[in-house]
Every structure is written in C-alpha cells, then in structure tokens.
C-alpha cells in the first residue's frame, strides 16, 4: 500500500473487529510460517500508568507536592485510605483520562498479552493532598511496586479473561518528571502542536527549549525500561508526543525491534513545526519507529511535508527513507469504547437526572457544550457564535438555553476564566431577564451520570475547538441521543422512534470531524457560520436528524476503540516482513575484515577496493561542487593504493573532470566517471569512454525537459556531464515527481536510457552501462583477487553489489561446490576466467541504515566509517611489518 495516499481505513468503510482480528491471525500465521518470531505480545508505552499509586509509607519520607499538580483535571480522585500496621506497602486504584486509548489497548487481551508500560505518576502518601517524593522511595518498595503491579487488575478487566494486562512502572526523578511533562511536554510540544506559538502563550516565556533536557533525560529512562522487558517477536506502540525521542532511542538498543508510534495529538504544517528549536532532535526520534500513524490523513501529510522541507529526508511510495531506514506513515483515528459508553449512558441513575434536567428548561431548547478550558478549545469564541445566534436570530431570544460546562485545564489559566465569565455575564445581561438565563457555565467537573444525562437531554451539541486531536464528548453524544429519550424520526414528524437524534456542530479543525461529517462542520472562528449551524440544527426536520444521526452512529460504533487498538497490531504486523530481523544487514565486522586482509596479504593474489564517491567516500552536502574529499579520504586513498598488492578504484556517477580535479593526484587509483560510462585506469590520464558509439541524441531532449523545470523550481539546477545528465534539486521544493514521470512515461521507454532517482536528483543515462559492468570488468582483469571490499550508499551501487554475488547465500569456502568462474558479456570474446575469492573474503558495504534495502552483506553507518575502516586496515598492516622487522 501507498503509505501516503491511501487512508487506512476510510469514513463508511465497513469495519469489523472480528474481520481485523482475522486479518490479524493470518498475518501472524504467515509470518510463523516464514519463520519470524513472534511473541505474541503488544508493549504498550504511554506518559503514566493508568494506575494511580500510593505509598502507605512510615514517617519522614513525605515530601511537600510539587507544582503544579500532575494528575490529569478529569481524574477522580484517588482514594486515601489511612495507613493500618498489616496495610500492603501499595495501594493501587484505577487512574482515569484517556479512556479511548486504555480500552482500546485493554481490549487486545482478547487476543495478545499486554504490556504498559508508563511512568508511575506522582506517588501520593496516604493523607490527603500529601505526595512522595520519588527520590525518596527506595529500591525495596520500588520493588514492591512492581509485585503490587503484577498482580493488580482494574476492576473492570474480565476476571474470568487469564490474559491480563501487566503494569509495568518507569521510576523518573521528581525534577525529571516535571521538567518533562509540565515543562518541555506542556509548554513546548503541546502548544506547537495545537498551533500557538510560545509567546502568545506565556508572557513570561523564557525559552523554548529550557525543558529540553528533562524531555531527553525521561524519554531515555524509557528506552532503558522497554529493554529491560523486552523479548524477541514483540510488538511495540509508542503512545503520543510525550515520548518522541523514544522510537530512535529503542533502536539504538534494539536494532530489530518493530516499533509503532501513535500520535494522539493533531500535527502542525511545516511552518509552525520549524519554529521548534529542536525539530531535527524530534523529528529523529519519531523516524527511529517502522511505523508512524496519525488520527488524520491530513496530520501525516504535515508530518511527511515537515520531514522533507525542514530535514531535506525523501519520501518513497514507501514512507520516509531517512539513511536506508524507511519509516511508514499511516493514520487511523481513535474512536471510543461505545459498547461501554452504550452500558453506561443506561444506567440506571441517569434518567432521574434526565427528567429533572427536562422540567428544568421545559419549553426551551438546549445546547450542550463541554470542554476543558484551555485556549485551543475555543470556548470564547463558542460563546460569542451563540450571542451572534441571539443576534442574528432574535426569535430564539428566551427559547433556547446554553449549558457550558468546563473542567479545569491542566495548564490553568485565571485570565480564561475571567473573560469567560465575564462573557457570559454580558450576554446573560444583554438577553437574559428577571425569569430567563440564556447561558448556564459551570466550571466544574462533572459526574459521569450528570455528564450523561447532560448528553441526552440535549436538543443541539456545539464542539468547536480551534483545534484539537480528537474528541470523545462528540462520539458520547452521538450514542447518548440513540440510546437516551423518545424522539420524533419519520419524514413527516408521525411516529415515534428510539431515540432523539439531535444535531451536532462540530468545528472542522478536529482530527474527528473527516469522519463524522453527517456533523455540522463549521470554522469555529467564523462567528456568523457556527451562529447560523446552530439556527438550522434547531431547525433540522426529524428526518434529516435521523439521516444524519444514523451514519454518525454508524461511524462510532464501528470505528471504536477496540477496533482501532486492533488495526495499530494489524499495521504493525504488516511491518514485520518489511523491517524484520531477515531484512537487517548486520554492522561491517571489523575484525573478520582485518583477518582476512592480514590473510590475503600473505597469499599472492590482490584485494580489490572499490568505492563509490558521494554518500561514501565524502557526505552527501547541499552543494555538489562542495563534497570535496577530506585530508582523511585522501590519505585513506593514498596510503591503501601505495599496497602493490591492492587494487583501487573510484566508481562514481561524476564526471572525469570533478575525478581529476579532487582526486587525480591519486596516480594509483583507478576512476570510474559518470556511473560506468568511463574510465580511467590506474597509472594512466586517458580516459577510456564506453559511450562513444551509443546514441546519445536524447541528451538534448532530456536536458530541454530538465530546463523546463528548472526554470521554474526555485534553487534547481542541472549537472551536464559528457554522457549523462543529472538535475538536482536539493536546494528547491521537492516538486520532482512531475519531472520524474514525464521523463520515465514519455521519454524513457523510446530512448536507451535509464531515468535514476539519486539522493535528491533525477539522473538519466545510457542503458548499456552502469557500475555493476565496471565491477565485473574490474574482476575479469584481476581474477586472482583474494579480499574484495565494495562500498557505496546510493541505488546506482547496487549494481556493483548484484555484479559481486558471486556466491549463492551462506556459501563457504568448504561449502562452495567448485571453484567460481566468471565471463564478460560485453562482446569482447572473453573465455571464461577462474576466480580465487572465497566467499569469507567478499566485503559489499552499504553506508546508511541497518534497515535500508540493500543486496550489500554489511553496512556502515556514514561515510567517516568507511575512511576510518580503510585507515584502520593499513595501520594493522604497517604495524605488522614493523613488529615482524
Ligand atoms: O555515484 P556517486 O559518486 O555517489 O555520485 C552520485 C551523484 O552525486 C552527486 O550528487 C549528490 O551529491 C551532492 C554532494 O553531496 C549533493 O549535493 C546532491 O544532492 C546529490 O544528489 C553529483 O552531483 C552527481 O553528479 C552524481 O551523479
């Protein structure tokens, strides 16, 4: 699947939890099948537990709590129990907030083992408001944690279910955890990623970037506790933007690990982003994961965007290519748990309160509102669209009521507070009367049934962040009105249905609203636009509401939260076989190489070293003319061409001049320009031109197309070389793709040549030679050859490393039925030539990631590797000869 084109799963697309459960299965099956381990659990890593912990601790150990508190505005509070002489040291009670995440990960124990893993969360003492400090619990009751842990189940889990869910807490400094999450996560992150820049915010804001290092440090301590638990075959989902650095950390102590991560919260476009001090340090981490999955397709597309204009990564069909190591970006948006919320909107204490609620407002309409007061959820702005309503639309004056119900932020904001209150003061004052209050606020936490019943009784539901991730109170509503209240459905307002099916405004800057546009999708900033949705979903006939609230209904009972738990493990499991252990090419070893060079040292053959230029020998930079060798390179290339015994050559897709004029002084290296076109041998300054008697009329036609779109990209520019031609746009908007397929549908299939996407550049040359030629011609003439390294970084490479599998895969010298013999085809009546190398002794190098697609045995990680390697071999050489003077 194109990873950046095809939504996952798309708004009416029938979704079945059992479908993705099968799909599931057979994934698995098939990789069993193909021998790839699997553990059969899911590690899910999140900010805290949802567990909430408190230490019955002894005297002396309290500490004051820190500021500002750290459970979540919507939590229950935990329960206090006083400490009693045979109390457990632990007492654990659920932690609530992010419901739609926690059911949807508790509902894979139907089918997986299941890890969370999370940060304990403040440790609070036994007496009320009291916390402990983390510093000061010691390793014995961390301990105990963990068996407390253990053998804890919410109470909600199935106790029947023997696949139960295990904690598993991450200990973080008390500074540490604050300077994460109310510094860096809340004051940093959170504000970039719901587009509010750092000084609209706070204006005692310091710097963007203070916090950093407290992000670095608990990010790390996350890393440390994932390989603590981790087992071969296992599943992992990074959850959210607290823990962005996590999917680079994991892979550095887990090369092979296959690794989701999920971002709850929206993405910002690129713009906003590269504001971020640290945006490479982020985007870094991010990209260490197989898999990256957003709520919307437009959030991945920020985040793709974001990685190719601010870090210059490309993008393939598929996903991010950052070194070889190619990152998968998906979106799925989470859903609730609407069995759940079906049960509970039923019970039993809610219609009392829905009845009173009724004779409360009787006669008028009501509007539903509840939101966190934080600045992203647009409350003010609500509250001026329904004084715009009472404005533009006077005969709702004295009829309809708005209940807003906020519940404190974690980020307080008095000066919110204020300007709501003072708000609905005015407008209660402006339209409101001795006998009529047309907004009700309350700033309060609300009691699920209250909430609930709220839900039910409404007549319009107005949700209209500035911007927000995704959002439950929309879905809970859609299920409240089925499940709650008689209303009035067919088309001519007759009979009676289950059901009250009233409408929904929903601000369009929410990751849920793509998926439920049967919703009133409004911009919440345009005041007269959400005034007039209200007006019409007052308005709306009975059976536009039933129309509208079945598809919704449809949509979040199908898109659950189950549902989406279940398709994160199926995504990931679809990465196994891309990314899986079969796939990564181990690290260069070192030793084995310095053995066999010692070894082919004392035979009386040769060793081969070929290297590619750019990526390998020097890094890849903005400008070409500036990826000059370094004293190191030359010195590598110096010192290991001055061994009679070893043969080197530069295969590159440069022309000769750019070879000369960096390289040439070099007289015992041979040279390879414009990716196989031509050479210069070693010892000699002529260079030979295997092009000379091709048809090179479509230089032209190819060079018109390349300046077509130079002339209009901004910082492109084309390289003409003598047979081939590259355009490079490195330094412009990657607008290539057009390019791209003009040359390869209209041009390519009618002209001898091969269009090659290079490392931001489109390069076009004759069919008939390439590097691969090159490098059977350099083993044709050197057949004696007893070591062979071959490094490159780039995909034209890898024609020299299809020309050096010699051996078929795993073959040994003992294993190797007979001596190997190789021909040339290129029509110059070459017998058939003996090859002395052993398979022990070939070294195809790729530079770049372990992950990345290669037909190399090793890989280095960048081209200072491979100077230092080829360093490192003549100076085991030379100290060699010395000691055996
Ligand atoms: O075969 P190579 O030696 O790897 O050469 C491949 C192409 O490399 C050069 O372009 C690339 O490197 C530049 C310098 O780092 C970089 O600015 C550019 O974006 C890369 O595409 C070179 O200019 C081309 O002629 C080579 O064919």
């Not at 508190?69 to 919507?74: N, S, W």
């Not at 490309?314 to 859903?335: A, F, L, N, Y």
Request: proline share 7%; hydrophobic share 40%; charged share 25%.
């Amino acid at each position: 699947m194109d990873s950046f084109s095809e939504p996952y799963i798309r708004q009416g697309d029938d979704i079945s939890l059992d479908a993705v459960r099968a799909d599931i299965r057979a994934l698995e099956q098939q990789h069993i099948d193909a021998g790839i381990p699997l553990s059969g659990r899911v590690l899910h890593v999140c900010h805290y537990l949802p567990v909430i912990s408190t230490l019955n601790t002894r005297p002396g150990v309290l500490s004051p709590p820190p500021t500002p508190p750290t459970i979540p505005a919507d939590a229950d509070p935990a329960p206090a129990p006083a400490p009693a002489s045979d109390a457990p040291i632990w007492t654990l009670a659920p932690r609530y907030g992010h419901a739609a995440m926690i059911s949807g990960i508790q509902s894979l124990a139907a089918t997986h083992e299941q890890l969370i893993i999370g940060w304990t969360g403040d440790i609070l003492a036994p007496t009320p408001n009291e916390r402990i400090s983390s510093d000061n619990v010691p390793a014995s009751d961390r301990a105990a944690l963990d068996d407390a842990l253990a053998a804890y189940q919410p109470k909600e889990s199935d106790p029947d279910d023997e696949r139960k869910i295990t904690y598993v807490p991450v200990w973080l400094d008390d500074k540490v955890a604050h300077g994460h999450y109310d510094g860096y996560c809340k004051q940093t992150l959170w504000p970039l990623f719901h587009y509010l820049l750092w000084q609209d915010v706070a204006t005692e804001y310091a710097s963007a970037d203070s916090h950093y290092p407290y992000y670095e440090a608990a990010n790390a301590a996350f890393a440390r506790r994932i390989a603590e638990v981790y087992r071969p075959g296992d599943l992992v989902w990074v959850h959210d933007y607290h823990l962005l650095l996590l999917p680079r950390l994991v892979r550095e102590s887990i090369p092979d690990v296959v690794l989701g991560l999920f971002v709850h919260t929206p993405f910002p476009s690129s713009e906003i982003f590269r504001c971020l001090p640290r945006r490479k340090e982020i985007l870094d981490g991010m990209l260490g994961a197989n898999l990256i999955c957003f709520q919307t397709y437009s959030y991945s597309r920020h985040f793709t965007s974001t990685c190719v204009r601010v870090c210059g990564y490309e993008t393939t069909p598929r996903g991010i290519d950052v070194e070889g190591h190619v990152t998968s970006i998906m979106h799925c948006p989470v859903g609730v748990d609407a069995e759940r919320v079906g049960r509970d909107i039923k019970r039993p204490g809610i219609q009392p309160k829905i009845e009173a609620l009724r004779a409360l407002y009787e006669g008028k309409k009501i509007i539903v509102g509840r939101d966190k007061l934080d600045v992203v959820k647009g409350v003010l702005q609500k509250l001026r669209a329904f004084e715009k309503l009472l404005q533009d639309y006077p005969e709702w004056r004295g009829n309809v009521v708005m209940i807003q119900v906020t519940s404190p932020a974690l980020t307080d904001s008095p000066k919110l507070e204020r300007v709501v209150s003072e708000l609905v003061a005015h407008i209660n004052g402006e339209y409101g009367s001795l006998d009529f209050i047309p907004v009700h606020h309350y700033h309060q936490t609300l009691k699920k049934d209250e909430f609930y019943a709220l839900l039910s009784v409404a007549d319009l539901a107005v949700i209209t962040p500035l911007r927000d991730g995704m959002n439950t109170t929309s879905m809970e509503f859609v299920i409240a009105q089925q499940q709650n209240g008689v209303g009035v459905s067919n088309a001519d307002g007759a009979a009676e249905v289950e059901g009250k099916h009233s409408p929904l405004v929903l601000s369009e800057f929410m990751g849920i609203s793509k998926n439920m546009d049967d919703a009133m999708l409004v911009n919440p900033w345009n005041l007269g636009d959400v005034a007039a949705a209200i007006h019409r979903g007052l308005l709306m006939s009975p059976a536009e509401k039933a129309r509208r609230q079945a598809n919704l209904y449809r949509v979040v009972t199908t898109h659950t939260s189950h549902t989406w738990a279940a398709v994160l493990v199926k995504m990931l499991l679809g990465q196994v076989d891309g990314q899986g252990q079969a796939r990564m090419t181990p690290y260069l070893p070192v030793d084995d190489m310095g053995r066999e060079y010692k070894r082919s040292g004392e035979g009386t053959g040769k060793r081969l070293f070929l290297f590619d230029y750019d990526g390998t020998l020097t890094p890849i930079v903005k400008t070409p003319s500036m990826a000059v060798p370094t004293a190191a390179t030359l010195e590598a290339l110096e010192r290991l061409s001055a061994d009679p015994k070893n043969i080197v050559y530069i295969i590159s897709g440069r022309d000769g001049a750019f070879l000369e004029q960096h390289l040439g002084h070099l007289k015992n290296v041979g040279y390879s320009a414009e990716h196989g076109g031509f050479v210069r041998e070693r010892g000699s300054t002529e260079w030979v031109n295997f092009t000379e008697n091709l048809d090179m009329e479509w230089l032209g036609e190819v060079g018109e197309i390349f300046r077509y779109y130079t002339e209009r990209t901004t910082g492109s520019h084309i390289e003409t070389k003598k047979s081939s031609i590259t355009w490079h746009y490195r330094g412009s908007d990657p607008e290539w793709g057009q390019c791209q397929d003009l040359l390869e549908n209209n041009l390519a299939h009618k002209r001898p040549i091969e269009v090659l996407v290079g490392k931001k550049n489109l390069e076009v040359r004759p069919i008939a030679v390439n590097k691969g030629e090159i490098v059977k011609r350099i083993l044709y003439q050197n057949p004696d050859a007893e070591f062979i390294f071959c490094a490159g970084d780039d995909k034209t490479d890898e024609d020299m490393f299809r020309a050096l599998l010699l051996f078929p895969p795993g073959t040994t010298e003992a294993t190797l039925p007979a001596p190997l013999a190789i021909t040339l085809v290129d029509g110059e009546n070459s017998p058939p030539v003996k090859l002395a190398i052993r398979p022990e002794a070939v070294f195809t190098t790729a530079v770049g990631h372990s992950s990345k697609r290669t037909l190399a045995s090793w890989h280095v990680t960048a081209p200072q590797e491979v100077v230092d390697n080829m360093l490192d071999l003549v100076n085991r050489a030379d100290a060699d000869a010395k000691s055996s003077l």
